[in-house]
């Protein structure tokens, strides 16, 4: 796993003191998305109860366990200062690598580092350099120069000794390691960790670093001198007591991010030899054995033929695999659904990229084999999206290495091999591709257990259309775990259990068989209307921004749309889609909804979207300037455009026309006037026009609002950024800009309140709407649809014909009378 790269290095920089130093370094691995803002406090915490200068003018500023679930994905940034600055007891730090390690994946980085400090000159050529490089591959997992040698264990007569095998979680890092060499120097005897081949003197913390012991590593305790026996028992007792502190420190770690993802695990072991932690990529648990998927590698030797022959056959490879993944994606279509084909489809448009067949026929001319060519041109591809620090390009280069396999593959005359398997199994893999994933043997894969990857990969995609539990970054300890281990893998939490006792393994089972009945259920009831039970009903709506979610979401028991946003058709083009294309992709959804409730919002841009094309002025804070409505009544051009096709469709199925943004009434007469001059221009239908409730100035004044419109829809994720005055996208305060806030729900309850003064029908299209503690507080405040991501639909559904309106009701006038969302949370 990829963990520092040059975009953390930070040269030649100055900072007054320590706590700016490690803000820096904070700043580089926020900036590189390794971690949440919020684990920079927790780097400048563990300076409080712990010295992290190594020593020789490095220090290894790290946070503190309880603050792990902040991780993204473990990273690496040094701040290089050459003049230093004071880190502990006036002695200076030169060199600050901050470290965010989700597991152990960090033992590797802290090896190469306390090897490189046995050589005073080669940490001062990493303070004096003003090459990033050098320093990123003097730490990187894999040096560009050979590892510096680690001291040799010749046969040494010790007079006592003893065997342990490491059981950390997160193998031998610095805390364990300094605890080690503390109790170490209590004694005159010498004394050595040996493992393998190597040693470490005990006494010398970067000696134990740079042993790069990982759990499961078996260590020789090893002592010479007149308390060698003490010794070594002493060692052994420090090593096993913090054991037990070790796995707490994971075991706390898992549940604060479980805690953070506010779920609480439906299972966990009393009892497991070993439990390997990743990030949950998809929920719910499962047993089984391990069994390691084995990346089919192409050994390629360069054989190169007739310049023109091989460039054929390169180019009839190319497009036998783009027909291939056309029909592969009809076929995923059909099996799995339309985003799951989507992957295929986005896998011909990477082949589609001429510069990749160029770039090969230019290896070609340049006296290369094909397959050889192919194989260069594709690896320095994936390599650059590698090294991207943003990890949605990185996924890329696991699709990119994909397709350019299957090219190979189809060059070399060469099948994909396929796992044969014949037990329930829990696939451990470094990474797989879709294709991989999809040449799974579904009767027998229970789980999928990724090393590397991210929760947003296809794999994690796929593992969730399946129905599959997974997890992904899971470090390398997960690739070393014996084949055929019996495990148990939850998905919902993001770790896999080896070897559980007996009496764990049967709850396991219990609860595996009541997971699979509730979402058998859900799967069942999703298009039973949300009734409650004292008899209630709720629409429930989808958000949606085409018709082919459209679709997707009636599917998946939505009964309507609440709303579709258009401003997708909009983005990521080089010009605004005329009226006839949009009536044409409007009309596509009267087709689809046959009838159902529509709700089509005008163009959304501004505030956080934005459109290139549109030449829009630069403004210093988007989300308070011309955004919605706002930009409508100023761009005329594409007001009457959208208008004009929304009425030209709505002769073709029901359609409510919704305007974004709007803060006065003034703005809604303008808009009705405007409305009725396009409906007059393309003889429309009359069409209901209402207006999200996004701004509280609209929520506070609803009963002035509410005659004027046809409807409400209330936009929680709007209304709760400006009533808390918390940028919905803020790096460090999004996660505060919570909807269940008592003032967004005070503001909602009194929207409703006016709605229902003047018979004004009210939804919520804003994200609180599919949560279902916010649904069930919506419903009792009396609102009349819900409209939310098509995935939550059917949990939306099954929470609210679980309770009687009358309890919602009591839960909604507690939830507008607390004081925090807390509180509400707790109700
Ligand atoms: C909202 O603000 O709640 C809403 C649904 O609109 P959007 O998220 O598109 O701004
Ligand atoms: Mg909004």
């Keep these: 796993m990829e963990t520092i790269t040059s975009k953390c290095v930070l040269l030649n920089a100055q900072a007054p003191d320590k706590s700016a130093a490690i803000r820096l370094a904070g700043q580089l691995l926020v900036e590189a998305g390794y971690i949440e803002p919020g684990y920079v406090d927790s780097l400048l915490k563990r300076e409080q109860v712990a010295n992290t200068l190594l020593g ?5 500023p790290h946070g503190m366990v309880d603050d792990r679930h902040l991780i993204r994905r473990t990273g690496v940034a040094v701040v290089q200062i050459r003049k230093g600055v004071s880190w502990k007891d006036g002695e200076p730090a030169r060199l600050i690598v901050a470290i965010a390690a989700q597991s152990d994946e960090h033992i590797a980085l802290l090896r190469r580092l306390t090897r490189l400090m046995q050589r005073p000159e080669s940490i001062e050529m990493l303070v004096e350099t003003d090459d990033p490089e050098l320093i990123v591959s003097a730490l990187a997992d894999v040096p560009a120069a050979p590892a510096f040698p680690a001291p040799v264990a010749l046969p040494w007569p010790a007079d006592a000794e003893a065997t342990w095998t490491l059981d950390y979680p997160n193998g031998l890092h610095a805390r364990p390691a300094t605890r080690w060499a503390e109790v170490a120097k209590r004694f005159a005897s010498e004394i050595r960790i040996v493992k393998g081949l190597e040693f470490a003197d005990a006494k010398a913390l970067t000696g134990l670093l740079s042993l790069g012991a990982t759990r499961g590593d078996t260590l020789n305790i090893a002592a010479r001198g007149s308390d060698a026996r003490r010794a070594v028992d002493a060692m052994l007792e420090v090593m096993q007591t913090l054991s037990s502190e070790e796995q707490a420190d994971a075991e706390r770690a898992r549940r604060n991010a479980m805690a953070a993802r506010r779920q609480a695990p439906d299972w966990l072991p009393e009892q497991a030899s070993q439990t390997l932690y990743g990030l949950g990529a998809s929920p719910g648990l499962a047993i089984g054995r391990l069994v390691h998927h084995a990346a089919q590698r192409f050994d390629i030797e360069d054989q ?9 056959a390169l180019e009839a490879a190319v497009l036998k695999v783009r027909d291939a993944l056309s029909v592969l994606e009809a076929e995923t279509r059909s099996r799995l659904g339309a985003s799951e084909a989507a992957i295929f489809a986005a896998h011909r448009e990477l082949l589609g990229d001429a510069e990749l067949l160029r770039d090969a026929m230019v290896q070609i001319l340049r006296g290369h084999g094909p397959a050889w060519a192919w194989q260069h041109v594709i ?3 994936v390599e650059k999206l590698q090294s991207l620090a943003d990890p949605l390009l990185a996924a890329r280069a696991t699709d990119l290495r994909d397709v350019g396999e299957r090219v190979l593959g189809t060059l070399l005359g060469v099948t994909r091999q396929r796992m044969v398997l014949n037990a329930p199994s829990i696939l451990v893999a470094e990474d797989l591709t879709p294709s991989d994933t999809l040449q799974l043997d579904m009767r027998f894969i229970v789980g999928l257990a990724i090393s590397g990857g991210g929760p947003t990969s296809h794999t994690a995609i796929l593992a969730r259309t399946l129905g599959l539990p997974a997890i992904v970054a899971a470090g390398s300890a997960l690739l070393a775990a014996p084949e055929g281990s019996q495990a148990v893998i939850d998905g919902s939490v993001g770790a896999v259990y080896l070897n559980v006792a007996r009496a764990d393994l049967d709850r396991a089972e219990a609860v595996v068989a009541a997971q699979a009945a509730a979402r058998a259920a859900l799967r069942e009831s999703r298009h039973q209307p949300a009734e409650t039970t004292d008899g209630h009903r709720v629409e429930i709506a989808a958000n949606v921004a085409n018709a082919k979610q459209a679709a997707a979401a009636i599917e998946a028991g939505a009964e309507g749309v609440g709303l579709m946003r258009t401003e997708f058709l ?15 992709i409007y009309r596509e959804m009267t087709e689809v909804m046959a009838g159902r409730p529509l709700i089509i919002r005008t163009l959304d841009i501004g505030g956080d979207k934005q459109v290139p094309y549109l030449n829009l002025p630069a403004e210093e804070n988007p989300f308070l300037g011309v955004r919605g409505a706002r930009l409508l009544l100023t761009r005329q051009d594409l007001l009457y455009t959208q208008l004009r096709a929304l009425y030209r469709a709505a002769k073709h199925g029901p359609i409510k ?5 709007v803060t006065h009434t003034g703005e809604i007469e303008a808009l009705r006037t405007h409305c009725a001059r396009a409906r007059a221009q393309v003889d429309g239908p009359v069409v209901p026009i209402g207006i999200m409730v996004e701004v509280p100035a609209v929520a506070v004044m609803a009963d002035r609002f509410a005659p004027l419109v046809d409807f409400f829809s209330i936009g929680t994720n709007d209304l709760t950024q400006y ?3 918390i940028d919905r996208q803020h790096p460090d305060l999004a996660a505060q800009a919570d909807s269940l806030h008592p003032a967004v729900l005070t503001l909602i309850a009194n929207t409703v309140r006016a709605a229902k003064a003047s018979g004004t029908w009210v939804g919520v299209c804003g994200g609180l709407a ?3 503690l916010g649904a069930r507080i919506l419903t009792g405040l009396g609102v009349d649809e819900l409209s939310m991501s098509a995935q939550d639909v059917a949990s939306v559904k099954a929470a609210l014909r679980g309770e009687s309106l009358a309890a919602m009701q009591t839960l909604a006038e507690r939830a507008v009378a607390a004081t925090t969302p807390e509180a509400v949370r707790a109700l």
Aim: aromatic share 6%.
């Design 770 to 772: 599919g949560d279902p």
């Design 657 to 661: 026309i919704m305007f974004p943004m």
């Design 304 to 312: 190169p033929g007739d310049v023109i022959a091989d460039g054929e």
């Design 379 to 381: 690896k320095a591809r």
């Design 723 to 725: 009533t808390l005055a």
């Design 56 to 60: 020789a003018t490095v220090a290894i």
């Design 570 to 584: 909009f983005l990521e083009r080089d010009t605004a889609p005329d009226e006839d294309e949009q009536y044409r």
